[in-house]
């Protein structure tokens, strides 16, 4: 199917990477445009009006938004190597825990940034969310079997972001002993050609991590002093 494919992206975005991801597994040539998410251009603006954010992925002329949605989109465009299973209710239960991830695991975002009670709330949440994660892919190699599939996608950020989270804000959620299956998984999923070739650069990922980390800290405590 040899139609034009672009991809607004920014480079720091776990959002955009999973839709390169399924893009490379699939073998499907696209071009990739940078977007300046602090400056935001007007082809976004006018691609994306409703959300304005990345990724946005454009075939043909038709503009497709959101990165599961995207994913879904790009698994029934191109049928070559499959990401979501065939039986109805395993397709189900993939969507249901990409999203399940996406949601519950923001808590490791807000614990970098937060302090005391609420840092270890915010900590506990993500490791509760991460148990659940833990249990689901116990005893298998990746997430939809022998090869990477839409979930392992989906949850990819965990692999490489929370390790960053970790990193810059002074926490430890993925300790191997208690969560062997998901180390296990990162370990093989960052090995994939795919996935090894397609990945920002760590140390400049923790950069800019930390000084959203930072700018986050700062305008949430001193709102909270003032109350």
Do not use: C
Not at 122 to 139: D, N, Y
């Amino acid at each position: 199917m040899a139609k034009e494919v672009k991809l607004l992206g920014f480079w720091t975005s776990p959002y955009v990477y999973r839709v390169e991801w399924a893009l490379k597994l699939k073998g499907v040539d696209y071009e990739y445009l940078e977007e300046d998410i602090f400056n935001k251009s007007t082809r976004l603006l006018e691609l994306n009006p409703i959300h304005k954010k990345v990724p946005v992925l454009v075939h043909d002329k038709k503009v497709i938004l959101e990165s599961h949605v995207i994913l879904e989109y790009i698994d029934e465009t191109w049928e070559q190597n499959p990401l979501l299973p065939k039986d109805p209710r395993e397709r189900a239960m993939a969507r249901f825990w990409a999203k399940y991830g996406d949601e519950k695991l923001l808590s490791a975002w807000k614990a970098t940034w937060l302090k005391g009670e609420e840092k270890a709330k915010a900590v506990e949440e993500s490791i509760e969310a991460l148990e659940k994660i833990e249990e689901e892919l116990k005893e298998k190699k990746y997430f939809e079997g022998e090869g990477i599939g839409y979930l392992d996608l989906a949850l990819g950020w965990i692999a490489y972001w929370l390790p960053v989270m970790e990193k810059v804000g002074s926490m430890q959620l993925l300790k191997e002993e208690k969560f062997p299956a998901i180390t296990s998984w990162i370990s093989k999923f960052l090995s994939h050609p795919v996935i090894k070739d397609k990945l920002p650069p760590w140390d400049e990922l923790v950069v800019y991590f930390d000084e959203k980390r930072e700018a986050r800290y700062n305008s949430y405590y001193p709102k909270q002093r003032e109350n």
